[in-house]
């Protein structure tokens, strides 16, 4: 089951990794839709509302690969550049401000955070596996893409996708795949993506399956996950 973890703890990573490169250039695409937004302006609103920011990313200067643009722009940061030296947590703070500011229906705000809770298990080396089970560590509730896109599944029950939902480990791996889906723009990215998985989810995690074969809660989880993971395959590539 560790060996298991480990695969889907890289698999995690990698794909949030290519999530947070294209929202990127989703998010400077967006910005120059509008003629009225200033890329200086944008971001001394930014470090004004969230002084902290700031205060992370000049802290990068000296022990950081970024520290050349740190230095360079530190004192006169713009939306093109700053993406670059912002981690995922602040970045999410930055593609939140200016979708709001603009009210764009069409983002991805209020699905970020559970990418950026799962990918931090996952660097972390966190067991998700074990994370299966009752008590869960927090309260989800899914936004109306991810219940809808559930809701489209074949075989799934009402009452199977709100128990399974409530489970933070596979809400979070849902979200991030629905979110790689719609932001990222490279189909061959997404075709690799979609290969990898179906290899961990159809040949590894069931190399042994006789290992779990009394274990409901195992069963469970990776059969509402599979279908979950077939449809989105389906519909994407």
Not at 52 to 63: H, T
Not at 93 to 102: A, D, E, G, I, K
């Amino acid at each position: 089951m560790s060996t298991i973890d480990a695969h889907l703890r890289k698999f995690i990573i990698k794909t949030a990794l290519d999530i947070e490169h294209f929202l990127k250039v989703k998010l400077l695409q967006d910005f120059g839709l509008y003629e009225e937004e200033d890329g200086y302006e944008i971001i001394d609103t930014f470090f004004r509302a969230f002084p902290e920011i700031r205060d992370n990313v000049i802290a990068k200067e000296k022990n950081s690969n970024c520290l050349e643009l740190i230095e360079k722009y530190k004192d006169d940061f713009a939306i093109w550049n700053i993406v670059e030296v912002l981690s995922f947590g602040d970045f999410i703070q930055l593609y939140t401000l200016f979708y709001s500011r603009h009210q764009i229906k069409d983002n991805f705000s209020k699905m970020l955070m559970p990418i950026k809770w799962l990918r931090n298990a996952a660097a972390h080396n966190n067991c998700l596996i074990n994370k299966m089970g009752e008590p869960y560590a927090r309260e989800i509730e899914p936004v109306y893409a991810i219940t809808k896109l559930v809701s489209e599944v074949d075989g799934l029950s009402s009452t199977t996708r709100t128990k399974k939902m409530k489970n933070p480990v596979v809400h979070d791996f849902i979200t991030m795949l629905f979110v790689a889906t719609k932001v990222i723009s490279s189909k061959a990215t997404i075709q690799k993506m979609f290969d990898e998985l179906r290899n961990l989810i159809d040949v590894r995690m069931v190399r042994h399956r006789d290992y779990y074969e009394k274990n409901e809660m195992l069963q469970s989880n990776y059969i509402f996950v599979k279908k979950v993971v077939d449809f989105l395959a389906a519909s994407s590539i």
